[in-house]
């Protein structure tokens, strides 16, 4: 009986972060931002972690609150440690732009975190990657395109033009103009300036 009402405690637990966590997106669309962020934190004080990325959000970008970066990471932190993708991808993007002390350890859970985002099928963490890997300073071409081209197949016009340029220029893959003209002419047509430059170039 012990174990029972336990399991419905936990049950019912969930279920009133869930329904605050909605009531919280809905009071945002409605333009409510104030009582949306004060049922984010409610759930996200429960340990939900969705609504937990939630507050971040609004700590973020100051909606229904004060804007405080370190706050949202707070937040994000917490949602990351419970394997939520998005807050894997923001945390480690806070982790990767503030300077810190020990940057090497700071440095190495970052990617970490964006790999594991961008595993779960996160787009903006797989077009963070691909860039990251490019451009480091001791570049990881073959790695760098596999994230670009990932995030292409989900639709990133920017990423698809990087692919293309990775073709162009033989960057982690077998020169081939044809195919970089082929992802150049994708990505233009979804809008991409920079691909509509270099099919004119």
Request: charged share 25%; net charge positive.
């Amino acid at each position: 009986l012990e174990e029972a009402a336990f399991q419905l405690q936990q049950i019912f637990r969930i279920d009133i972060s869930i329904a605050l966590n909605i009531l919280g997106i809905e009071s945002m669309r409605a333009g409510h931002c104030r009582i949306a962020y004060t049922c984010f934190k409610l759930a996200a004080d429960r340990g939900y972690s969705k609504a937990q990325f939630n507050v971040g959000l609004c700590y973020e970008h100051g909606r229904g609150t004060e804007k405080d970066l370190e706050k949202a990471a707070f937040y994000y932190y917490r949602a990351a440690s419970s394997c939520h993708p998005m807050a894997q991808y923001r945390y480690a993007r806070y982790l990767l732009s503030h300077r810190p002390d020990n940057e090497w350890d700071r440095h190495q859970k970052a990617v970490t975190l964006l790999e594991q985002a961008a595993m779960a099928g996160i787009t903006e963490a797989q077009a963070y990657l691909g860039v990251f890997y490019m451009k480091g300073l001791q570049p990881k071409e073959k790695r760098g395109l596999k994230y670009l081209q990932l995030a292409a197949k989900n639709g990133d016009a920017q990423s698809r033009y990087h692919v293309g340029v990775c073709y162009e220029k033989g960057l982690g893959v077998q020169q081939n103009v044809a195919e970089a003209m082929r992802h150049y002419r994708q990505s233009a047509a979804a809008g991409n300036r920079s691909a509509r430059e270099r099919l004119r170039v």
